[in-house]
């Protein structure tokens, strides 16, 4: 059984990001993929898996829709945890993002350049098999992730998450909500990758 997160931050506390957008996003599109993941766990249970087939089967479907809901909850996770913050980077992950790009700047230009160029997430993760930060682009929840890499922060891409404050300029989206990154989490979660 999963459960809805609440919110670390009040709805209408974000630079830029409106009540409205965190309420929408939050308690409807986030909630909605927290209870499809419960739903479809609940009818895997009861479904027939000899009739399992690549062509067309009830079990391949919710198969399929179990990792886009399991991923969509995921990283909708990560998203809200990182923001409620000062947009102000310090600590240890900075120094790692640092030492792996070359300079905080160039992390930062090429985190900004991927949430530009996806069409629904950039994702910052550790990867152990270099034992470097990378930015990961993904086109949808369950496509674009790289097995054994461990999401540090993620950008929420889709247009849900910005029109109704920006229109169409994602840009300034991104450059708002960098604003309002709690630094912090995702050296919380650093640390803790490292183990
Ligand atoms: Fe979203």
Known sequence: MFTIKDLPFGKDQLKGISAKTNEIHHDKLYAGYVNKRNEIEDALASTDKSKAAAT?????GLKVEETFNADGAILHELYFDSLGGDGVATGAFVEKATADFGSWQAFIDDLTATAMACRGW???AYDPSDNKIHNFLCDSHNQGG?????PLFTIDCYEHAYFIDFGSDRKSYIASFMQNVNWSAVEKRWLAAQK
Do not use: K, L, N, Q
Not at 56 to 60: D, H, L, P, Q
């Open 146 to 150: 790289v097995w054994g890499t461990i």
């Open 56 to 60: 067309y089967s009830v079990f391949r």
């Open 122 to 124: 950039a994702v910052t």
